[in-house]
């Protein structure tokens, strides 16, 4: 590993198949002047294929020997490296709408994932390798074992594909799982639009808390029969049978109802005042 010792704190698994290396080149599609993120460069598996395409590549490693040996690539003067870790690092700092690359490391990927759904509006598309069956829960449909709580939320932000399967084999060291690379593209409104995305983050994790209990059981403080029923969702189903649209409707209606409910009180409240006016 041109004398670099994997560590397996940083997620170290480093590409060497040089055909799954093209494909992810290939569907990246990186033209001269797009702006470019890759997060976890490494030992520029990728990254050297990219910056041939590009003017300008970023990168984000968190470890200092990688950052020493990336400064001293024979196309360092391409790179804008940014030394830390990427949980910590802010896109917006980056300027342009951009498109990000990286063969993740595994143990941070599902927060790391989260924190795009806040920079929509600034990303072109993103590339990851993911562990193949992280990929499978995010592109997951309804009634399918995969489906959960991190399908409907990635699907409200993103349209998404798995492009290809990666063997273990592919990397050194190898990993014990099978990998996947999945394209992410910004489609914010697919499946509608949360009036209070807090609200709905929040009941689309307390529908998903007992995936073996019915929607009717998991929201018993959220939702009543005739509510559920009102967006289309049967009270005795399994949340994992719910389409990620039923949720965000389910939602914006609860949010509905509660500010309905409390100008009702107002407009009562406002009612004895004025009886009380009379008195
Ligand atoms: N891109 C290289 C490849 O495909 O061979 C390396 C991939 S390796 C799975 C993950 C890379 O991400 C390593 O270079 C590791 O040091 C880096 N990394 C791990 N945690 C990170 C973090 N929190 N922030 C930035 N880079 C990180």
């Excluded at 520029?44 to 990168?59: G, M, N, R, S, Y």
């Excluded at 980056?94 to 690359?101: D, F, H, L, S, Y």
Aim: hydrophobic share 40%.
């Amino acid at each position: 590993m041109n004398g670099h010792r994997a560590r397996k704190r940083f997620g170290q698994n480093f590409l060497q198949d040089t055909r799954i290396i093209q494909d992810i080149v290939r569907a990246v599609n990186p033209q001269p002047e797009d702006v470019v993120i890759e997060i976890g460069p490494g030992l520029a598996a990728i990254t050297e294929p990219l910056a041939a395409k590009l003017k300008q590549l970023h990168v984000i490693e968190i470890d200092r020997d990688i950052v020493a040996r990336l400064k001293k690539l024979p196309f360092a003067e391409k790179l804008v490296i940014h030394a830390g870790d990427v949980l910590q690092f802010d896109f917006a700092t980056v300027a342009g709408k951009k498109k990000i690359v990286g063969n993740l490391p595994y143990n941070i990927s599902t927060p790391l994932l989260f924190r795009f759904a806040d920079h929509v509006d600034d990303i072109i598309d993103m590339h990851f390798m993911l562990q193949k069956e992280v990929v499978e829960r995010m592109i997951a449909a309804p009634k399918t074992n995969d489906y959960g709580r991190l399908s409907v939320m990635l699907q409200y932000f993103f349209e998404m594909e798995c492009l290809l399967d990666v063997p273990p084999e592919s990397f050194s060291p190898a990993p014990k799982v099978d990998s996947a690379v999945v394209r992410m593209i910004p489609q914010p409104g697919r499946i509608g639009w949360a009036d209070d995305f807090e609200h709905f983050a929040a009941l689309v994790k307390q529908a998903f808390a007992q995936r073996r209990k019915t929607i009717r059981n998991n929201l018993k403080h959220e939702a009543d029969d005739a509510q559920l029923l009102a967006v289309g969702i049967q009270p005795q189903d399994r949340p994992e049978h719910i389409a990620p649209e039923l949720y965000v409707a389910l939602s914006n209606k609860l949010l509905h109802n509660a500010t309905q409910n409390e100008s009702d009180m107002n407009g009562s409240m406002d009612g004895q005042r004025d009886q009380h006016k009379h008195d």
